[in-house]
């Protein structure tokens, strides 16, 4: 597989686990939105990240990488960026990306740092949509955090919704704080008690694997089209 080398331009804390780490490629490297990346560690050692941000015209790409403590999986990526000032990755990757072509209501759930993979996805529905006079298909994100301080980019998308009549964000907590006031509990039950069928919806899903295969079996229940379902986790599950 072509790899990749990327200068390592910034690493930004998101909140106190997750890091926004921003690449420039040294070399061309094409993807689409939706698509992921494997970081090089070493050739038997490749790690895969969600890329964050659909294709850009500077050719920067960005990764939401979570490191909670004890997470050397994805901690040890960061320390490889912070040291070298440089990182090889190989991609894209994936067939979960954004489809585009036809014209279809659509649904992206996200679990946790699974949010970078629906982000990209939005900012290409969003871009695509500026383009179209008129009716423009529905969005709409529904992103589960376990805490409000999980949901890093909580104003950025408040602020989206705003600028774009077509797009709504729901944010679901699972440990609410007294003052929460939005919806809790698993983030694909707020899906299915606010649809009565899924049938005429493309929905994207990221997120712990065990999450992935429920969602796909309810909502597969509630009348969802299972060719009209993308997620990388379906190539394993």
């Known amino acids: 597989m072509h790899h990749t080398l990327c ?20 070399q061309p490297f094409t993807y689409q939105a939706g698509q992921y990346l ?17 294709p850009r015209k500077d050719g920067k790409i960005q990764l939401h ?6 997470n050397s999986y994805a901690g040890e990526v960061l320390d490889r960026m912070r040291q070298d000032n440089e990182i090889t990755v190989s991609g894209g990757l994936g067939n979960a990306f954004a489809r585009t072509d036809t014209s279809m209501p659509t649904i992206l759930l996200a679990g946790g740092t699974g949010f970078s993979y629906t982000q990209a996805i939005l900012h290409e529905m969003l871009a695509a949509a500026e383009h179209i006079k008129g009716h423009k298909d ?12 999980d949901m890093y980019a909580y104003d950025e998308l408040i602020a989206l919704e705003k600028q774009h009549a077509h797009f709504t964000f729901i944010p679901v907590v699972e440990h609410p704080g007294h003052q929460w006031a939005g919806k809790t509990g698993w983030v694909h039950k707020a899906v299915l008690e606010d649809f009565v069928s899924l049938e005429p919806y493309r929905v994207y899903v990221a997120g712990r694997f065990e ?10 229940q509630k009348g969802l089209i299972l060719k009209n379902l993308y997620g990388d986790a379906f190539e394993f599950i």
């Open 7 to 26: 200068k390592v331009d910034s690493i930004v804390a998101l909140n106190p686990v997750v890091s926004l780490v921003t690449l420039t490629p040294q």
């Open 38 to 54: 494997k970081v090089v560690m070493d050739e038997g050692d490749q790690r895969p990240f969600s890329i964050a941000t659909a």
């Open 65 to 70: 990488i979570g490191a909670e403590p004890g």
């Open 138 to 149: 529905p969005v709409f994100l529904y992103w589960g955090t376990r805490s409000t301080a």
């Open 211 to 220: 999450m992935a295969g429920v969602a796909r079996e309810e909502f597969h």
